[in-house]
């Protein structure tokens, strides 16, 4: 079946240091690559998204590749902020299934 | 505004009761979803609807039920067969299921077992 494996957290980060956060999937097909982000206390909000190999999707200063030959879109960032302390959600779909998410990673920025 | 209404916030339940969670949605999407979210464990999926008085089972669909008798509102039922009910509960809808459209969320309804 399809899956999504991120990094364990929490990631902890100073103001303006760099971030990844990495993700890897597995699909029985071609799938569609989204970054999801939860506030505390609130649902998910869709940060970026791609949808073929080779595209970047971007969105608040992140960014993330759709990388098929390592099957793998890890989430970056040059320079995050407090207010970008949340967790992060990779996730997948395929066809005309619905979303598969990975286990999300606690992001803590620091000031 | 459009968006996607859970209610309530807050839900406290006695053992042996069924509860039912509310979501409602006004975006006019056909594709509607509950997940479930538990720490360290991301979301799973309990149900989903592709369109009006259609649903299908998620991967963790024992112990709860749901209706889809119109397009704006997909009720999830947490039965007292649910073995472990207390966990924050996610309705999302997007305009169709996968083909990399959007999902949306509401806020979440934190159910506890008391």
């Known amino acids: 079946g399809d899956s999504v494996t991120q990094m364990e957290g929490p990631v902890t980060l100073s103001e303006e240091a760099f971030l990844t956060i990495n993700c890897t999937y597995t699909?029985?097909?071609?799938?569609?690559l989204f970054w999801y982000v939860q506030y505390p206390g609130e649902g998910l909000q869709l940060l970026l998204k791609?949808?073929?190999?080779?595209d970047k999707g971007s969105n608040k200063g992140f960014e993330a590749t759709y990388r098929k030959e390592t099957t793998s879109f890890h989430l970056e960032k040059g320079s995050v902020q407090v207010s970008d302390s949340a967790v992060y959600f990779c996730a997948l779909s395929v066809l005309r299934r619905a979303l598969t998410f990975g286990s999300g990673t606690r992001l803590q920025v620091q000031p | 505004d459009g968006g996607i209404t859970q209610s309530p916030k807050y839900l406290f339940r006695k053992e042996g009761q069924n509860v039912t969670l509310s979501c409602e949605q006004n975006l006019n999407h056909d594709a509607m979803y509950w997940y479930r979210q538990d720490p360290g464990q991301g979301l799973r999926l309990i149900y989903y609807?592709?369109?009006?008085?259609?649903?299908q089972k998620g991967d963790i669909a024992e112990g709860y039920s749901v209706s889809r008798e119109k397009k704006e509102s997909f009720p999830l039922t947490v039965t007292s067969a649910q073995k472990n009910p207390t966990a924050f509960y996610l309705c999302?809808?997007?305009?169709?299921?996968?083909?990399?459209?959007?999902?949306?969320f509401g806020q979440g309804t934190r159910l506890t077992v008391v």
């Open positions: 609807s592709q369109i009006v008085n259609d649903f």
């Open positions: 791609a949808t073929k190999a080779d």
């Open positions: 699909a029985t097909g071609y799938p569609s």
């Open positions: 999302a809808s997007s305009i169709i299921v996968g083909e990399g459209t959007e999902a949306f």
